[in-house]
């Protein structure tokens, strides 16, 4: 019963607020909605801990197979008989960690953060109805299971991005989430098509032990012959890119900074973004019978961590920041699992979790001590208002710059997670295992320098709001940093007084923080064994839910030191970077900028894609459309067919009846001329037939 508990109480919690929410009142639809996912939190954690206690007495009672909790027969058509099944094994009790308790502490902020919205029930029912669609994808069983949890996760994060929906820039970003994902979603449909196709069957057990015979197969397609299992691997990773936001398809993650606080802390640190990540930690043995898409999804991780970082680099938005960050951490991720490490992919997304979703909260803590305010510009001095926020912000960054001594248990979450990655893509060698290292450890740096950059420009220095002196670190004409709207989705213009009213958020909104903080800070420390150790602990451990290269983690452990010292370092030089810019030289930046126009518009604008993708797909596709609209329909269609053929008949029709006068001697004519019409007809074709 803790399964079914687990996936539907937040679906029973969605259900109650959303319909009945107007009927029982906003504080009691927070209430119930926050304790039913508290209890799933609860359960979740519970169904992990036979896992992580005793791995192997979890391996040897189900022999390496998931436990399976059968909901109702789903499909039955022929010979297809689908079943709503509910799959437990160790990669799902992960992800029901992360995603319970990052969603209960989300709802449990949310009660302080959206205090004064007057739409709070139709939030949190919202925010239940994401947790549900996430919890179906992760304890699918087949493929059409797994696609219905990810189209329900997109329609969810929809519906948050764009909650404040009065709002034109909120609207545009929830549309522009939706249709980015659709282009990866496209690529996932397909994929499990061709999955279908090739290995003949839709559950994951049947489908993976059919690899092995279909491993040498191909798919003829025009005139060519494809790896069948590369094509179906690489049309799914096309749906994990468009969820995981990743190079290409990543450019609706900052906009979608739109939504509540809340809602980016959800989407960006546990849930949605994640989805590709375990879906193809789950398709792992599919994954591996391709070296090729292996090698692709190495290289898209590698450049999306990169380019993330770098474009981190100038911005000012404080969510902005924090969102390409998740951007370039997902990088991360996908370097591992295309390396054919999973387990470090895996424990990255579980590390990650807790501290990205302290950073988020943590910036809406500062959001809302600045009265909305997000531009880190207009903010400084911060440290003495509000000193726990500060500090638990200070254990975030620790956590995602990856602070700790490499060859010790000395070190936080990020810095076991992220430094195994980096030993992961060294230890893979070839061309793309080098460069997949040093893009990584690259990027390592600039995030070490952003995140840094970050804590200064908010915390410390003086403050820089209008009544003590405006005073940005770079060009002030950043379009890129706004404030975010008031519950009632409003802008305040309140730069005079933000930094003097700042104050400490409630407890309400701190005491998810210090949960999050601990995770932040032992995540790493306890669970690396499980994740990162031994080759036989991590068997042992994921008990068959994917795949466990020990050859490839023996090298990992054994790179040289230099290696494992080479994220430490990278960390120190961007820290030392970020204070030299924005504590000891405060101009520097402005200095930089100016030397350096045309690279900080680059980054500045997100090296471009959004007006590339604008001239090459949304300006086309409006045109076709109104092309289509007042060409297509409102002449050919409205005008000249349906519209113009009415015309006709109504004129022919208006001469007609100007026949029908009323005198009865226009009648009389009018039928001796039809008689001798018929006389005259009759006597013709009588002659012509004789």
């Known amino acids: 019963m803790l399964i079914q508990a687990i996936v539907f109480l937040p679906l029973i919690g969605a259900l109650i607020a959303g319909l009945l929410g107007r009927v029982i009142g906003h504080r009691t639809s927070e209430y119930i909605t926050t ?41 039955a058509s022929g010979g297809l008989d689908l079943r709503w099944v509910l799959r437990v094994d160790t990669l799902t009790a992960v992800m029901l ?48 299971q797994m696609f219905f949890g990810w189209e329900g996760v997109g329609l969810a994060s929809y519906l948050l991005i764009g909650f404040w929906y009065t709002r034109p820039s909120a609207n545009a970003a929830a549309m522009k989430a939706f249709v980015v994902n659709r282009v990866g979603d496209f690529g996932f449909a397909l994929g499990i098509f061709a999955a279908f196709l090739v290995l003949g069957q839709l559950n994951f057990d049947d489908a993976f032990h059919a690899v092995e015979a279909n491993k040498d197969a191909t798919i003829h397609f025009l005139s060519w012959d494809f790896h069948a299992m590369t094509v179906v691997c690489l049309l799914l990773f096309m749906g994990a890119m468009g969820k995981s936001a990743q190079f290409l398809l990543h450019t609706w993650l900052p906009d979608a900074m739109e939504g509540p606080t809340p ?77 054919g490490m999973f387990s470090a992919g895996i424990f990255h997304l579980f ?147 933000a930094y003097d009213h ?66 430490t370092v990278a960390m120190l030089i961007g820290f030392v970077a970020a204070y030299q810019m924005y504590i000891r030289d405060p101009a520097a930046p402005r200095r930089l900028a100016d030397a350096n126009p045309g690279l900080y518009r680059f980054l500045l604008n997100k090296w471009y894609f959004d007006e590339l993708y604008d001239r090459i797909f949304v300006r086309p596709a409006i045109w076709l459309g109104t092309a289509l609209w007042k060409g297509f329909d409102d002449q050919l269609v409205d005008k000249t067919l349906t519209e113009g053929l009415g015309a006709r008949v109504k004129d022919i029709t208006g001469r007609v009846v100007k026949l029908q006068s009323g005198y009865l001697y226009h009648y009389a004519f009018a039928m001796l001329i039809g008689i001798a019409a018929l006389l005259t007809w009759a006597i013709a074709a009588g002659g012509l037939l004789g």
């Open 35 to 75: 304790g039913l996912l508290i209890i799933a939190a609860v359960c979740s954690w519970i169904v992990f801990a036979g896992y992580w206690f005793a791995p192997e007495a979890a391996e040897a009672a189900g022999h390496g197979e998931a436990t399976k909790v059968e909901v109702m027969r789903w499909i």
């Open 97 to 144: 960690v992360v995603v319970t308790t990052v969603s209960s502490l989300v709802h449990v902020y949310s009660i302080g953060y959206m205090a004064d919205d007057p739409h709070r029930a139709r939030f949190f029912a919202y925010l239940s109805l994401f947790t549900f669609a996430m919890l179906m994808l992760v304890t699918a069983d087949n493929f059409l």
């Open 263 to 339: 809602v980016s802390a959800l989407i960006h640190a546990a849930t949605m973004v994640t989805a590709g990540v375990f879906m193809v930690a789950r398709f792992s043995p599919m994954f591996v019978a391709s070296e090729f898409a292996m090698t692709t999804v190495m290289i898209v991780g590698a450049i999306t961590a990169f380019f993330a970082a770098t474009v981190g680099l100038v911005q000012n938005d404080i969510k902005r920041v924090i969102a390409y960050s998740t951007c370039s951490q997902l990088g991360y991720m996908f370097v591992a699992l295309g390396a």
């Open 351 to 497: 590390t990650h979790a807790f501290f990205k979703a302290l950073l988020f909260l943590g910036a809406g803590s500062v959001i809302h001590a600045m009265h909305h305010e997000q531009d880190m510009r207009n903010m400084g001095g911060l440290r003495k208002k509000i000193p726990v926020t500060y500090w638990l912000m200070i254990i975030g960054t620790l956590a995602l710059t990856g602070v700790g001594i490499p060859g010790t248990p000395l070190g936080f979450a990020g810095f076991f997670s992220k430094d195994g990655i980096i030993e992961v893509a060294y230890a893979a060698g070839g061309s793309t295992g080098y460069i997949a290292f040093w893009a990584l450890v690259i990027a390592a740096m600039f995030t070490s320098f952003y995140s840094w950059r970050l804590i200064h420009l908010t915390f410390h220095g003086s403050p820089r709001d209008a009544t003590h002196g405006f005073g940005h670190d770079v060009h002030e004409d950043d379009a890129n940093a706004h404030a975010e709207p008031d519950a009632a989705g409003n802008h305040h213009d309140e730069h005079g007084s």
């Open 502 to 567: 700042a104050h400490e958020s409630p407890p309400v909104m701190l005491v998810p923080l210090y949960i999050l903080a601990a995770g932040a800070v032992l995540a790493g420390v306890v669970f690396n064994d499980l994740f990162f150790g031994h080759a036989e602990h991590i068997e042992h451990f994921f008990a068959g839910s994917l795949v466990v290269p020990g050859d490839l983690l023996e090298a990992a452990h054994g790179v040289p030191l230099w290696v494992k010292w080479s994220a």
